[in-house]
Structures are given as C-alpha cells and as structure tokens.
C-alpha cells in the first residue's frame, strides 16, 4: 500500500455534473505521487467512474451494505459497487453512526462485506468531544477497533483505517497535530491486536480525517505519521484539494513506508 492516500469524501455534495466537472479537474492535474481516492455519491459514482478510467485516480463509495444482495430497499451491495469501478469504500464514518445508528458490530459486517467483494475498508474511528474530555478517547478508539474487527481477516485488498475525532471534523476547528498523532500507536496496537501484527504491518495503514485542509495536512501526513487524509470540506473545490495533494506528496517525496503500523 503506497502512501500518502488523499481520499475525497463528497458527502451529500454535488449534483452529477458537479461531480463529473471536479473529478475531471483532479485528473487533468496529473497528480500521480500518491495514491488519490474520490467517493462520490451512489447515484454519481458511475459518471465519476468514466472520468477515473485509465487514470491514476481511484473510485471509492461513501458506505456500503452488510448484506450481499436480497431484500434490503435502499441499500446497496459491495458486488454492486465493485461492478462499477469502485475499489474502496468508507465504513462506519461518525455521520453514519451518529445519524443512522450504525454500531461497532453493524460497520464490522459492512467491513466483512467489502472484503468479500474485493473492495478496501476505510474504517473510520473517532471520539466524540465528551468522550474525549472524559479521558476515554483511547478507550473508545480500542473499542471501535477491535470489535470492528473481530474475527476478521484481512484481505489481499487491504485495510485503511481513517481516525476522525469527531470534534475536529468541521465545521468544528481542527486537531492540532500532536493531538491526533498522540492516538496513533493506540490505533496501531489494537490493529495489531486485532488482525495480527503481521496483517497489520502489511496490509493496513492509519490514516487521518477532520478539518485536513492545505495549509494543515502536512501536520498529520508525514513519513512514519499518518499514512495519509480522508478530506470533506476541502475536497469540494480542485484548487484546494490539489493543492492539498501537491502538499502531501511533497512531506513523502523523500521516504515512502509501505505501512505505519
Ligand atoms: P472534513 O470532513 O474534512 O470536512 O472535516 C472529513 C470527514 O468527515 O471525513
């Protein structure tokens, strides 16, 4: 696995033509140091997916479903999303379990079904800002983690992990980055803990979400830091977001890790 990841999260952002207009804009960039992943919503993501193709830039969906197929109005399968271009696909983002009920144990069967179909989790983890100043960040973090992934083995496709403390993601300031990156071998052990440490260090990366704009990215994207960004806001607009990726190639331009675990 090639760092630094610059992964775009549309959210509910953007209209087809919208979407097909800024993916065209960040492939005619020729980024090409990293490895740059947009997630498009479900209804855009083929349109998207005709733009990425034979490009170095990479299709991933926003969520995905437990179940592989059947009778499950509204959802969709990791078959469907593989079938159309996807290779990755975000798991368990806060807005998902803040807002849809999404549990440890629901995000760890979405991460099972993503595996099945070939796709790579981004298993997003984060406290909440109580959590937090109740000093039980680590603890919820293990927690995320290893019952997400209990049991599970992780696939040839890989494992990205995506720590967003939740209080950072905006329209909430940012981290500063001795705040995230204290809660990176806490994520990194219990990675191990959980898929081996073996899997860990050579399947799975830990990468870093909330309010990552340019300006900022490099505080948390380094070598031996984190593996790379999950950006919302700032992925709307190509300016900043390439720059945001010019940023991050540039801290990994002189050492390139395969793994930060
Ligand atoms: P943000 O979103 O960059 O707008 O804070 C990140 C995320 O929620 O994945």
Known sequence: MQPPYIIANWKMNLTRSESVTLATAVVASGSKGGSVILCPSFPNISSVADVLQGT?????????????RGSFTGEVSAAMLAAVGCRYVIVGHSERRQRFGETNQIIGQKVSAAFRAGLTPILCIGE???????????????AQVSEALAGTEVSAAGLIVAYEPVWAISPNPPARGDEALEMLPVITDSLSQSVGVNAARERCVV???????ASNVTEFVRPGKFAGALVGRESLAADEFLRIIAEADAAYATRSPRSNV
Do not use: C, F, M, P
């Open 207 to 213: 990468i870093y979400g909330g309010s990552v704009g």
């Open 56 to 68: 170095t830039i990479v299709l991933g969906a926003q969520d995905v479903s437990s179940a592989e």
């Open 128 to 142: 909440k800002r109580d959590e937090r100043d109740a000093g039980q960040a680590r603890a919820v973090v293990r």
